[in-house]
């Protein structure tokens, strides 16, 4: 069964700094990767996916992640991290069940961003 | 011109009442779905609808009963409230075979 893993429920970075999320997956197939953002109050909004094809995903405001099959990893990276970046990301990961796809979360990491 | 849209976006009830959450999309999408997030965030799969027929029900007490008159609505009725029934519902919405979830902004369930 497809599942993903986010390590660190908190992350916590300087404004302009480097942001690094983590996520592990565990597939037995070939897996649909997903990183979303939620803000405060809000619904999911997402930042990237990986399917097929270039193991580097460029996403929306600045971020994105590589898919590295080796290391069963999809993390998140963003250069330089900016006050707004602060919100709740989730790994997701499509997960087939009798033949139908459903997106399965990992726990979340809220990231926080200090000036 | 809502992409996935909830109606209400904030519900509060007292433990016992029957209430209703409305999702409509207007994408086109043959799959709609209703999660779950807990008050740790945690976001759980509920139901999931492909063309108006339920596909997926994830073990979720009977008192919860979606309807999905046609393709672009799906609707989440609770029956008898209970206070650990308090979370944010989100409906959202997709193509089987293309991974790209709409997520509707929510509605947040208090039961008192």
């Known amino acids: 069964a497809q599942s993903v893993t986010q390590l660190g429920s908190h992350v916590s970075v300087s404004e302009g700094a480097l942001v690094l999320l983590r996520c592990n997956y565990s597939s037995s197939v070939p897996p649909y990767l997903f990183w979303y953002v939620q803000y405060p109050n809000q619904g999911l909004q997402l930042l990237l996916k990986?399917?097929?094809?270039?193991?580097l995903v460029k996403g929306i405001n600045g971020f994105e992640a590589e898919f590295k099959k080796s290391e069963t990893s999809f993390h998140l990276t963003k250069p330089s991290a900016h006050m707004s970046d602060a919100a709740e990301y989730f790994c997701a990961v499509i997960k087939v069940n009798s033949g139908y796809s459903t997106l399965t979360f990992g726990k979340g990491t809220m990231l926080l961003v200090s000036p | 011109d809502t992409a996935v849209s909830q109606t209400p976006k904030y519900l509060v009830t007292q433990m016992g009442n029957d209430k209703s959450i409305k999702c409509e999309q207007n994408?086109?999408?043959?799959?709609m779905y209703w999660y779950k997030q807990d008050s740790k965030k945690f976001l759980k799969i509920m139901f999931s609808y492909n063309n108006k027929e339920l596909i997926i029900n994830e073990t979720v007490p009977n008192r919860f009963s979606p309807k999905s008159p046609d393709k672009a609505h799906l609707n989440l009725h609770i029956n008898s409230l209970e206070l650990g029934d308090s979370a944010v519902y989100f409906c959202?919405?997709?193509?089987?075979?293309?991974?790209?979830?709409?997520f509707g902004s929510g509605t947040r369930l208090t039961v008192v």
């Open positions: 990986y399917t097929t094809g270039a193991t």
């Open positions: 994408l086109g999408h043959d799959t």
């Open positions: 959202a919405s997709g193509r089987q075979g293309d991974y790209g979830y709409t």
